[in-house]
């Protein structure tokens, strides 16, 4: 039987998290509303499990997950969850299989809107890349999910009744590339609070692979350099910093607080969004970019200048990231070109952000600087490859976080 109460998560501002105590996100994304692409979001679960294996930037000895129906139409009942260790596919290893309880019983209910955080589950030999398996089940119709799509994200299956205990993954005969209404794995232990990279496609890891996105770069960087700290990718795909999208979800005005300030622990927020609010206004008519506005430089920066204003009063730090180049793609343009420059000359020097990050200058061809070096462009002249990724990540300054 599904139960009626529900443990709410505390939303309490990120300073307050010790970095020597108390929880911290190690693996978080953002949340969007379902649309009309290719994923399981429109039609949801009923009588189903849903497998989703995500790679930790950190660990502890014991985790929590947190579960969203930010954009439900119906309060979401879970009718019960497990967590263990991936192996292969939707396998898990033997053994390490344990339950998820909220507020002490299986089953809850998650309001409209709203997000809930588990109890605490010991999960032993758990660290940074280690790779979790979460498995959620949907007794009764969850209707449209809330959910994120793909990206470089880890897989999602899918399997009739409740396969949770399943550990071969053979219950599971559909395989996803998107997450559903899993929004957040926080973790206890010591270390230093997490980093939060804010972006677009290009943060969400678009054209590279999982675990090789710049934030999971940025943590193994990190902890190679004997400075462990969890590395957050709040990437969302087609995302602005100023309007919202049918496809591409809230604005990053809209979610900043929800996927950066509000996250157990965050201490940086390393914000890279602009590209599309710039480019989408030069591409022909289209739903999905409705609204689409021209903008200019100075609505950007006033942009920037409140995710600052934000984050400074909840004792989060913002790191700038200027806009890398995109010479060649179909919404280069003069007048995109133009915009792209004069926001990246206020980043530079506009001195407002608490440390800057030149990714722009890190991955620009030497003889052609409005386009990627050939060595780190993907082939679409906007997303890198491995290497730019990896240039990203090697472009940071490791003390400025």
């Known amino acids: ?50 497998r989703q294996v995500v790679r930790l930037s950190a660990g502890g000895p014991k985790l929590r997950i947190r579960i969203s129906n930010q954009y439900g139409e119906r309060p979401l009942r879970l009718a019960g969850a497990t967590v263990a260790r991936a192996t292969q596919g939707a396998a898990v290893e033997p053994g390490s299989v344990r ?39 949907f007794a009764e119709s969850t209707g449209p999910a809330t959910f994120h799509e793909y990206g470089a994200v880890g897989a999602s299956y899918r399997a009739a009744g409740d396969a949770r205990a399943d550990t071969s993954g053979a219950a ?8 559903y209404f899993l929004a957040g794995v926080d973790a206890i232990g010591v270390g230093a609070g997490s980093v939060a990279a804010f972006g677009d496609s290009t943060t969400n890891g678009f054209r590279t692979t999982p675990g090789l996105r710049y934030p999971d770069l940025l943590a193994a960087r990190l902890a190679a350099a004997g400075r462990p700290r969890p590395v957050l990718n709040a990437g969302l795909g087609g995302g602005r910093l100023l309007n919202d999208s049918n496809c591409f979800g809230e604005s990053g005005l809209g979610r900043f607080d929800r996927d950066v300030l509000d996250q157990p622990g965050v201490k940086t927020a390393v914000v890279l969004l602009g590209v599309n609010d710039i480019g989408y206004p030069e591409l022909p008519p289209a739903p999905c970019l409705t ?43 003069e007048r995109s070109e133009r915009l792209r420059e004069a926001v990246n000359t206020w980043i530079r020097t506009g001195g407002e952000f608490d440390a800057t ?13 409005t386009r990627l070096a ?27 976080l």
């Open 1 to 50: 039987m599904v139960v009626a109460a529900v443990m709410q998560l505390s939303l309490t501002p990120a300073a307050a998290e010790g970095p020597l105590s108390g929880w911290r996100a190690v693996w978080m994304t953002a949340m969007q509303q379902p649309n009309v692409n290719p994923n399981w979001s429109q039609e949801g679960f009923a009588a189903e499990s849903v």
């Open 99 to 137: 339950p998820v309880l909220f507020g002490g019983v299986e089953a809850i209910s998650v309001p409209v809107g709203s997000q809930v955080a588990s109890d605490a589950v010991a999960l032993p030999t758990v660290s940074g890349g280690t790779q979790v398996a979460i498995t959620l089940y």
């Open 172 to 179: 599971y005969g559909e395989a996803g590339g998107s997450w």
């Open 291 to 333: 609204p689409n506005p021209e903008i200019t430089a100075e609505q950007l920066i006033d942009g920037y200048r409140a995710l600052i204003r934000d984050a400074h009063a909840r004792g989060v730090r913002v790191v700038g990231v200027t806009i890398p180049p995109f010479g060649g793609a179909e919404v280069h343009t």
């Open 357 to 369: 990050v030149d990714f722009a200058t890190a991955l620009a061809g030497p003889a052609h600087p």
């Open 374 to 400: 050939s060595q780190y462009d993907s082939g679409d002249h906007v997303h890198p490859n491995e290497a730019g990724y990896r240039a990203m990540a090697e472009a940071i300054d490791v003390t400025v």
